[in-house]
């Protein structure tokens, strides 16, 4: 047998240890778009999705409820109804609060 770069290093010559199936291409891997790595990715890229639509109404509450704490130790607000809430100490209330809910879900995933 001749040596030379193109000559495999296993001979596949049917001992019966499973590597061979019998049409020369015994070491041929089959794969699949879904694979381990893939279906981890796809994985993470749900949980991140589904976290990110529902962080939307959570913001919102949290701010609602921090406008309603803040104006049980302030004075009430007199001006228009669609400005109780921007203050710069409810946004940053509730930034607040938004990190300690969402800082043990980004250590957890």
């Known amino acids: 047998m001749a040596r030379d770069e193109r ?3 296993l001979v596949a010559n049917g001992n019966g240890n499973g590597n061979d199936n019998g049409d020369g291409n015994s070491c ?3 794969t699949t778009f879904f694979g381990p790595a893939n279906r981890i990715l796809l994985a993470g890229f749900l949980m991140s999705f589904t976290l ?3 962080q939307v109404p959570i913001v ?3 701010r609602l ?3 309603d704490i803040f104006y049980t130790h302030n004075p009430p607000f007199a001006g228009p109804a669609d400005e109780r ?3 710069r100490e409810i946004d940053a209330g509730t930034a607040l609060q ?3 809910y969402c800082l043990p ?3 957890c995933i």
């Open 105 to 107: 879900i980004t250590l």
């Open 7 to 9: 000559t495999p290093l």
């Open 65 to 67: 409820m921090e406008c």
């Open 28 to 30: 041929v891997k089959q």
């Open 98 to 100: 938004i990190t300690k």
């Open 52 to 54: 990110g639509i529902t």
């Open 60 to 62: 919102y509450v949290f």
């Open 85 to 87: 809430c921007h203050r």
